[in-house]
């Protein structure tokens, strides 16, 4: 994607990403801090904006930068520290902010970092709002800038957590005496209030990976690596496992068989007992194109209807509310309950999933059995051009020959990640060994023409 001058956007799927200090750094922080409150400032004189990050060791440098360059524009700060990125989201409305802020890359290395902005009603910045901003970035050195008693000032929200949890438990808690779970909070923004949350409910609680370092983020736990998880769940004897990445705004399960339990699962799930209590507005729901061709046939033979849009959570909202549809998600666990939520929330998915078991008093294995999924292998090719891939015939030739032999009982996609140097190839088929084959003759194509 371009800006109107040609230039490569600054700002993705998912707000600004880079290698931290070498892409992402301070110093665009600090010009992004500036744009920023140049934008909000046509609005008001004195933009209020709260900043969030998660745990990694790129995170209060880059911090540092941004509210930076927000006072130096003349804005004041909320800062709140350590906190999921869907808390950011709740407490920029919630504190009557301009906007907010997250430093964070999701489920990312701990070398990645990003800068992702919320509107102050809790949605993410609109597109044309970034573009604004993006097209400041370069000129903030050349504006003029305030001084005295205009210089912004920083403040820290020390009540960020709490009221973040308070929210939580208002809009759903079950009683989870009865439950215990094993939590992996991928060394995060989860570590510390995803326990107290499943606690103050009354689960019995095993927590895993909540002891961050700055650079063990998402490192061989979390959503992304759910081994270690599947394995203390069977080992516990748990009623249930909790993945986390590392901004807590997408959650995996695993059920006390220790099977993993994806966004496809949960969303099923959730959207069966929604219908059943009369909550599933329009009697549908929205996914995207990754989602699993067995969660269809589900919800095909229950009635519910799918709207389906490309990969990236703010294209499913963005359906949601022109539809007035109030759940949706991907199966990456990033899942959108629209009557409690902005954004994905990684605990609140937790907390709404919990809910089904306990007022259903089944087993997540039994819940899980609403849908049957079909085989799909999913390969993330690391490139240096991933845009390459949709502009090369030899890749579109195979897509062809691909598809043909699938012949409807399956499908395939190959799309760019939004967020990663990486094109995913992911390939769906009723015999497993003909969707690996397709997979891996795809993956070696695309490493030749687009390296």
């Not at 050349?142 to 957590?161: I, K």
């Not at 700055?214 to 009623?239: F, K, M, P, W, Y």
């Not at 085989?375 to 845009?387: F, G, S």
């Amino acid at each position: 994607m371009h800006n109107p001058e040609g230039k490569p956007r600054l700002f993705g799927t998912d707000g600004i990403r880079g290698i931290a200090n070498l892409e992402l750094t301070p110093e665009l922080a600090v010009r992004v801090g500036c744009a920023a409150v140049r934008v909000l400032a046509r609005d008001n004189s004195r933009p209020f904006l709260v900043v969030g990050r998660d745990t990694r060791i790129s995170g209060s440098m880059l911090e540092s930068a941004l509210v930076a360059g927000i006072c130096s524009g003349g804005g004041r700060v909320g800062l709140l520290g350590v906190v999921p990125t869907p808390a950011v989201a709740f407490l920029t409305a919630h504190k009557g902010a301009d906007a907010g802020v997250v430093i964070s890359a999701s489920h990312n290395p701990a070398r990645d970092n990003g800068i992702k902005f919320f509107h102050r009603s809790g949605y993410k910045l609109p597109d044309e709002l970034e573009l604004e901003m993006e097209c400041l970035v370069d000129a903030t050195e050349h504006g003029d800038r305030p001084n005295g008693d205009a210089v912004g000032c920083v403040q820290p929200a020390s009540d960020a957590e709490e009221a973040y949890l308070e929210h939580l438990l208002s809009v759903v808690s079950p009683d989870l005496s009865g439950l215990s779970a094993v939590l992996d909070c991928a060394h995060g923004a989860a570590y510390r209030v995803a326990p107290m949350l499943l606690e103050r409910l009354g689960a019995r609680v095993t927590v895993l990976n909540a002891e961050p370092d700055g650079l063990n983020i998402n490192l061989q736990c979390g959503s992304t690596h759910t081994e270690q998880l599947q394995r203390v769940v069977l080992d516990t004897g748990a009623d249930l496992g909790l993945a986390f990445d590392g901004d807590a705004d997408r959650l995996l399960a695993v059920d006390e068989r220790g099977r993993l339990v994806d966004g496809d699962f949960i969303m099923a799930i959730c959207a069966l007992h929604m219908r059943d209590k009369g909550t599933l507005k329009g009697r549908a729901m929205v996914t995207t194109v990754m989602t699993n061709l067995g969660f269809h046939h589900a919800m095909r033979r229950e009635g519910i209807a799918v709207r389906v849009t490309r990969v990236g959570d703010r294209y499913v909202l963005e359906r949601m509310l022109e539809e007035g549809l109030n759940l949706g998600g991907e199966q990456s666990g990033h899942i959108i309950f629209g009557d409690h939520a902005t954004t994905g929330d990684g605990l609140l998915t937790s907390l709404k999933l919990m809910e089904v078991m306990v007022e259903s008093g089944r087993a997540l294995s039994d819940l899980s059995g609403v849908m049957e999924r079909i085989p799909q292998v999913l390969i993330n090719v690391r490139v240096r051009d991933k845009e390459a891939a949709g502009r090369s015939p030899v890749i579109a030739e195979a897509l062809r020959d691909c598809e043909e032999k699938l012949a409807g009982e399956g499908r395939v996609l190959v799309r760019p990640s939004g967020t990663e140097p990486v094109v995913r190839v992911m390939v769906e088929a009723l015999d497993p060994q003909q969707a690996e084959e397709a997979a891996r003759t795809l993956s070696e194509l695309i490493e030749r023409e687009a390296r």
